[in-house]
């Protein structure tokens, strides 16, 4: 039981140390890419760099941050960034981490316009 109880109490510790709480405060915050234009069924991992008051994370994953897309209909986007294009048309991919927050917007074409413009090109 013992054993057990300093299991929970280690993940607590370490769950209050790398989540957007105020035991740090965050100065900056980017996604990465801050545009993007893709085609439908296209899936894509988002990234962030984030810096916090006493230096860098050298892993951004540890943090706790919020994904959230502007239009679900077009891009969805999982709460690791993960994103999934649906639909034509425009979305924002939002991160968010205390009052700091980045965006991309992604542009989803459909793939056969996307080829006839390649056509044209070459």
Do not use: R
């Not at 993007?36 to 706790?64: A, H, K, R, W």
């Not at 993960?82 to 009052?99: E, F, H, M, R």
């Amino acid at each position: 039981m013992k054993h057990l109880l300093v299991i929970i109490a280690t993940i607590i510790l370490f769950t209050s140390l790398f989540s957007c709480s105020k035991d740090f405060k965050v100065t900056y915050l980017e996604i990465c890419p801050d545009e993007l234009t893709t085609t439908i069924d296209d899936t894509l991992q988002m990234t962030f760099s984030i810096v916090y008051e006493g230096g860098n994370f050298d892993d951004p994953n540890l943090i706790q941050v919020e994904w959230n897309s502007s239009n679900s209909e077009i891009v969805e986007v999982s709460d690791s960034g993960l994103i999934i294009t649906k639909a034509v048309g425009n979305a924002d991919i939002t991160v968010s981490c205390q009052d700091m927050s980045s965006t991309c917007n992604v542009t989803v074409t459909d793939t056969a316009s996307q080829d006839s413009a390649l056509s044209k090109i070459i």
